[in-house]
């Protein structure tokens, strides 16, 4: 898990700077300040949020700074339970490294300046140096996913822009995890660790490798990612949706541009050949024979359908140029 501990710089921090209350009503306020603790509060279980060791001095209102709203409870009003779950949970999260050389104070974000956003400042000096972060932030900011955001290089001088993920609800840090194969320029040594955060619906046997494929990894990557991101986010839904039925359930797929479908009538009658789609995952067997197709005669990727042994999710098994049909 990235954070402090690793020696990795964080992955997520909280924007500060998105904290406005201005023109909130008091209901309005508390629930929002409820979606965005839930919002925290469910993404800490799973990975390290850092804050600037600043963020209570933001101002969130005219003359008002967040330390005045949530610890002292002066006005904006907001739900006193909201105010005090909020304030919980960011005094529990760590804090960045402030000791960054050339750490901007000010920033643009979508041509818009923001002022001492310092978390905004972290995350475009880290996205500088290839490693991107995402920022937390506050529902009544419009921003969310990718971002431009301008800050000045101290080293030329002059204006930098770096793009910057803004995610608003836990729903949006999948599209985070994955858009880094591309953006960090992922490894195959590392793929695997990425994709367990990118994709935790789906499960992957050890016996996987790019080397399987015929192409090279570069090749292939971003269209596994393709494939893996379809399986998990699609895969059961439509398996519901349209009773199983093989050839509804490849329709439906197809609309996201892939070809996915389970092995055709005249391979599953021949028993050994179907044994090649078996894999051994934690002691068990599992039968992987749908799969998606990069190419008509060439490159597979095989998986298993939701497995209630699985807790219902996804083995993904085989890697492979072609398996006997």
Same mark, same amino acid.
């Given at each position: 898990?990235?954070?402090?501990?690793?020696?990795?710089?964080?992955?997520?921090?909280?924007?500060?700077?998105?904290?406005?209350?201005?023109?909130?009503?008091?209901?309005?306020?508390?629930?929002?300040?409820?979606?965005?603790?839930?919002?925290?509060?469910?993404?800490?279980?799973?990975?390290?949020?850092?804050?600037?060791?600043?963020?209570?001095?933001?101002?969130?209102?005219?003359?008002?700074?967040?330390?005045?709203?949530?610890?002292?409870?002066?006005?904006?009003?907001?739900?006193?339970?909201?105010?005090?779950?909020?304030?919980?949970?960011?005094?529990?999260?760590?804090?960045?490294?402030?000791?960054?050389?050339?750490?901007?104070?000010?920033?643009?974000?979508?041509?818009?300046?923001?002022?001492?956003?310092?978390?905004?400042?972290?995350?475009?000096?880290?996205? &500088?140096?290839?490693?991107?972060? @995402?920022? #937390?932030?506050?529902?009544?900011? +419009? *921003?969310?996913?990718?971002? =431009?955001?301008?800050a000045a290089d101290a080293a030329i001088g002059e204006p930098v822009s770096e793009d910057v993920f803004f995610l608003v609800e836990r729903s949006l840090l999948a599209e985070?995890?994955?858009?880094?194969?591309?953006?960090?320029?992922?490894?195959?040594?590392?793929?695997?660790?990425?994709?367990?955060?990118?994709?935790?619906?789906?499960?992957?046997?050890?016996?996987?490798?790019?080397?399987?494929?015929?192409?090279?990894?570069?090749?292939?990557?971003?269209?596994?990612?393709?494939?893996?991101?379809?399986?998990?986010?699609?895969?059961?839904?439509?398996?519901?949706?349209?009773?199983? &039925?093989?050839?509804?359930?490849? @329709?439906? #797929?197809?609309?996201?541009?892939? +070809? *996915?479908?389970?092995?055709? =009538?005249?391979?599953?009658?021949?028993?050994?050949?179907?044994?090649?789609?078996?894999?051994?995952?934690?002691?068990?067997?599992?039968?992987?024979?749908?799969?998606?197709?990069?190419?008509?005669?060439?490159?597979?990727?095989?998986?298993?359908?939701?497995?209630?042994?699985?807790?219902?999710?996804?083995?993904?098994?085989?890697?492979?140029?072609?398996?006997?049909?």
């Amino acid at each position: 898990m990235p954070g402090a501990g690793s020696g990795e710089p964080y992955r997520l921090v909280v924007d500060e700077s998105s904290f406005d209350f201005r023109g909130l009503t008091e209901e309005r306020l508390t629930d929002l300040l409820n979606d965005f603790s839930d919002t925290l509060d469910d993404l800490s279980e799973q990975h390290p949020v850092a804050v600037s060791p600043w963020w209570i001095e933001a101002e969130c209102a005219e003359g008002r700074e967040l330390y005045d709203v949530l610890y002292e409870g002066e006005a904006p009003r907001v739900g006193r339970d909201a105010r005090l779950r909020m304030v919980r949970l960011m005094d529990r999260c760590a804090t960045w490294d402030t000791d960054l050389p050339g750490l901007p104070d000010g920033v643009e974000v979508s041509g818009r300046v923001q002022e001492l956003a310092w978390s905004v400042g972290y995350a475009w000096w880290h996205a &500088q140096h290839g490693h991107h972060v @995402a920022c #937390l932030a506050f529902a009544s900011r +419009d *921003l969310r996913g990718w971002q =431009p955001v301008s800050a000045a290089d101290a080293a030329i001088g002059e204006p930098v822009s770096e793009d910057v993920f803004f995610l608003v609800e836990r729903s949006l840090l999948a599209e985070f995890w994955r858009s880094l194969f591309a953006r960090e320029d992922v490894g195959e040594p590392d793929f695997f660790d990425r994709a367990r955060e990118a994709f935790p619906e789906l499960l992957f046997a050890d016996s996987l490798s790019f080397r399987k494929f015929d192409g090279t990894y570069l090749e292939m990557r971003d269209w596994v990612v393709r494939v893996l991101s379809v399986v998990h986010d699609h895969f059961a839904d439509a398996l519901v949706a349209h009773l199983g &039925q093989p050839r509804d359930v490849q @329709a439906a #797929l197809g609309r996201f541009g892939l +070809d *996915l479908s389970p092995e055709s =009538p005249n391979t599953r009658s021949k028993p050994r050949i179907m044994r090649q789609r078996d894999v051994v995952y934690d002691g068990e067997s599992y039968r992987c024979e749908w799969h998606g197709k990069k190419e008509r005669h060439r490159n597979r990727v095989h998986f298993s359908l939701p497995e209630p042994r699985l807790g219902g999710r996804i083995l993904i098994g085989i890697f492979v140029d072609h398996l006997d049909t």
